[in-house]
């Protein structure tokens, strides 16, 4: 608590003379709330939140008389076949143009659009088009229009202070960009960073702000301490992505990161970050969050509670990424654009890897000596892992392995042991069966100074009687 409050200080605090840019004005923009709704009405998972509760109410009531429609039918298909999903979602929201009622791609569309494809962006915008002429959209877009003024109006009350001015220092950029911050309604939780380059419009860059924190009466609320690192956060991704895009054939690259990856999958996977490369981007975009919080004078406090915040998220290198990015903004001489110095991010990416990895807990013996066995005795009752180093005892994290729950023999984890080097679990064994369980490294089960155990199987098959 004692941190967020620093932060709200910093924030209210920060001098407005310092910044002598335009001041950014939030806005409810259709494309984004068609689309989210869309996804919502599709199944996605990430855009079904409900924190919104009157409004994810009147979503489902206006639209849901239209939910066998064919829109809805391809959005699966394209999430399953394509893995539109997440930011696929905003990228084609800020590549849509809306005029007289009907949506068109804009004219950079091709190179703006990601992981859509030609033959289904274009399919996908058909099919948007008759479901926005059919449901009358736009009625519904006015009758919830005095809710988009409250959220606006308080959002902006709590950004007034974002230094547009940092980025184009701290990232060596001179092109004209305009920031612009969408206000996404029916996002929930979910954050994006999106940015488009068309001929008539220039470089957009656009943070996508979810809307997940309420009053006792329901209405939106936007306190600082949660919302404004994120809009930092979503920012940076639209300078930082693109560069990723020049270097991520580099073979030290592919292979460190990929290592480094590995070691923390269950951690990036709990956030949707899928791939190496999104993990890569996250990185140096939590990383630049906190070198946005130095070179705009916030406490040590808040400094370290951010850094403190993202070790727990799975970002272990996040200090020494921190420090090495400082030593990119002290020798702009060398280094004159973030790109400049992205070949020191590779070499920061190879030995992590190799200093990571050896932090990782991993078993080093299972007694009895059961793994991999095709004749255990099924009267066994216990077992015993050992560890190459102290765990966090307060935490665990026992799997099924192929043969699912059939196949799982833990009945109960009895405890660690007092050094935390070793873990007794209970055991029911069934006559010629196979079992299997997955030790995995996450959150939950990683050594006392905070590394994800390295992942093991267990599988061995019991005699028969």
């Not at 229009?145 to 007034?160: G, L, N």
């Not at 255990?376 to 729950?405: I, N, Q």
Request: hydrophobic letters at 35%; charged letters at 25%.
């Amino acid at each position: 608590m004692a941190s967020r409050i620093c932060l709200l200080l910093f924030l209210l605090n920060v001098s407005v003379s310092a910044f002598t840019q335009q001041r950014i004005h939030s806005k409810v923009d259709k494309r984004m709330e068609t689309l989210s709704i869309v996804a919502r009405l599709a199944g996605y998972e990430e855009y079904n939140d409900d924190y919104a509760k009157k409004y994810v109410a009147d979503i489902h009531q206006y639209f849901d008389p239209y939910k066998e429609d064919t829109l809805f039918r391809f959005m699966r298909f394209v999430r399953a076949q394509k893995d539109i999903s997440l930011d696929a979602v905003s990228s084609m929201a800020v590549c849509l143009q809306l005029y007289g009622g009907k949506f068109s791609l804009i004219d950079s569309w091709k190179t703006d659009l990601g992981r859509w494809d030609q033959a289904h962006a274009i399919r996908f915008v058909s099919l948007l088009n008759a479901f926005y002429t059919k449901t009358k959209f736009d009625d519904f877009f006015k009758n919830e229009q005095p809710y988009y003024d409250q959220i606006t109006v308080r959002y902006d009350s709590m950004i007034s202070n974002l230094n547009q001015s940092w980025y184009f220092k701290y990232y060596g950029t001179k092109r004209p960009r305009h920031f612009n911050i969408i206000i996404g309604c029916a996002n929930g939780g979910q954050n994006y960073g999106a940015e488009t380059n068309s001929k008539e419009g220039g470089k957009q860059l656009y943070a996508i702000q979810g809307s997940w924190t309420f009053d006792t009466l329901g209405k939106p609320v936007f306190p600082a301490d949660k919302y404004f690192p994120t809009i930092v956060h979503e920012f940076n991704h639209t300078f930082i992505n693109p560069i990723l895009g020049k270097f991520e054939d580099n073979d030290t690259l592919k292979n460190s990161a990929a290592s480094l990856f590995n070691l923390v999958k269950s951690f990036m996977v709990a956030d949707n970050y899928g791939m190496w490369q999104i993990m890569v981007n996250e990185s140096l975009v939590r990383a630049s969050v906190v070198r946005y919080l130095i070179d705009n004078h916030a406490t040590g406090s808040v400094i370290d509670a951010e850094m403190t915040q993202q070790e727990e998220e799975g970002f272990l290198w996040i200090r020494p990424l921190v420090a090495l990015l400082g030593k990119y903004e002290k020798h702009r001489d060398i280094y004159p654009t973030f790109e400049a110095f992205y070949p020191k991010i590779i070499h920061f990416f190879d030995t992590t890897a190799t200093s990571i990895n050896s932090k990782c807990p991993e078993v080093t013996a299972i007694v009895p000596s059961v793994d991999t066995k095709q004749d255990v005795d099924p009267r066994l009752k216990t077992m015993t892992l050992y560890f190459d180093r102290p765990m966090d005892v307060y935490h665990y994290s026992f799997h099924y392995g192929k043969p699912g729950k059939a196949g799982f023999p833990v009945t109960k984890v009895i405890g660690y042991s007092k050094d935390g080097k070793s873990i007794e679990i209970g055991l029911d064994l069934q006559p010629d069966t196979e079992y299997e369980m997955v030790l995995r490294g996450s959150k939950t089960f990683k050594s006392a100074d905070g590394y994800p155990l390295k992942s093991r199987t267990v599988r061995f098959r019991t005699a028969g009687q």
